[in-house]
């Protein structure tokens, strides 16, 4: 199909489209005159692909290359895909006001949560540098409840990592689909889970500390432990 | 202080504090002249925080602005803390190409979920979007795994906000310190958690498609469920 109609089927503007191809994040199509070319499903499939990864996803152009490259190499074993994945840790900037002493008890932090854990993983992991940075400047800025915390993190990471690989799981067979199913968990996953992290402390939240019962609240499915049944007004 | 003085302490170069002024993250200091002013322990403070959620918890300037904004706000209710986190909600651009179809089976499958977990929420909460818009793009990426998982991440997600609100508790009595430790803890907490997720994931996809045990792995701590014993060579 031409550009017009590639644009057409995917939703997705000419000129985005142009740009996407001078960044790399597709491949040429198939040249059929001066100017002119012609693409295929398989552009249809990654030209969606690398618009959701970077407008939901919030992944950058370069980030978003470098996993699509990733999933179009031939080596795709189960453990590429994974490597795939982890290519795509938010790559923050260090915060350089962080003091060294800081830093290395957060790694030692980190070294005890992984043992702790059981979980064994090859050395230097881009997550484990990253949640180090991250221990780090919470230290530096005087928040020490988080990491006071961690084994519980820990805990529900595990959790959602079953849930991830049992995703994976369901497209084995297809070294392909498993790297691809786990590029858009993993991604877009992340700004899911962060929205159900806060829709879950918002309720958590009103739970411990609603002020009193409201009107309606009166059917007691659910715990207020701040609330005197005196206090709610009569419906 | 002097801005030399403030750069020393924080480790934030005199430049990035110009501009962080600039921007409106920071208060103008108190003026001692023409060009000239000083700076207070409170400045040190939110200059930290202003960096660190923008180096390592990847918020935009104007995403920190609002951020610093609403918590030096004077009405610093719990709700208005929790409030503020929400306004970390990753802003994703929506992916227009996703149909409005789409869109829709998204947003009743949020509805489900939030009746099925019987959280008690606002309507039209931020985080409620995110989620309906990230769903919807998966659907339309042909991924459907994780949507069928929901349940299960919803699940580790209320694991989550419990330890969050616990941290929150933990400075009880002062609204600015609940305030400032749920930003903290949810911005660089989400850093904290996507590492913490791709560690887990890791651990968990060895434990299931590990091809082999390897020289060492021979102490049995570690089921192996696709490794036969004689796959190992002798150590």
Not at 119 to 140: G, K, S
Request: glycine share 8%; net charge negative.
């Amino acid at each position: 199909m031409r550009i017009g109609e590639l644009s057409h089927r995917t939703g997705v503007p000419v000129a985005t489209i142009k740009y996407y191809l001078r960044e790399g994040l597709l491949p040429p199509g198939e040249a059929t005159g001066r100017n002119q070319a012609v693409y295929g499903e398989d552009h249809a499939r990654r030209l969606r692909l690398a618009r959701a990864l970077i407008t939901v996803g919030g992944l950058s152009v370069a980030a978003a290359r470098e996993v699509l490259e990733a999933l179009a190499a031939p080596d795709r074993s189960t453990y590429n895909a994974l490597a795939v994945a982890h290519t795509t840790v938010t790559r923050h900037e260090r915060d350089p006001a962080v003091p060294e002493e800081a830093r290395e008890r957060a790694a030692e932090r980190v070294r005890r949560l992984i043992a702790e854990q059981g979980w064994q993983l090859p050395p230097d992991l881009p997550a484990a540098r990253t949640l180090t940075d991250t221990l780090a400047t919470m230290e530096h800025l005087g928040n020490h409840s988080f990491a006071a915390r961690l084994d519980r993190f820990a805990a529900a990471s595990e959790l959602v990592a079953a849930a991830d690989v049992d995703c994976v799981d369901e497209v084995r067979g297809s070294a392909e689909a498993m790297a691809e199913t786990m590029v858009v968990g993993t991604v877009l996953g992340d700004a899911a889970l962060a929205a159900l992290r806060r829709l879950a402390q918002q309720d958590a939240a009103r739970r411990r500390y609603a002020p009193a019962a409201r009107d309606g609240d009166t059917d007691g499915d659910c715990p207020q432990p701040g609330a005197a049944a005196g206090d709610a007004p009569a419906g």
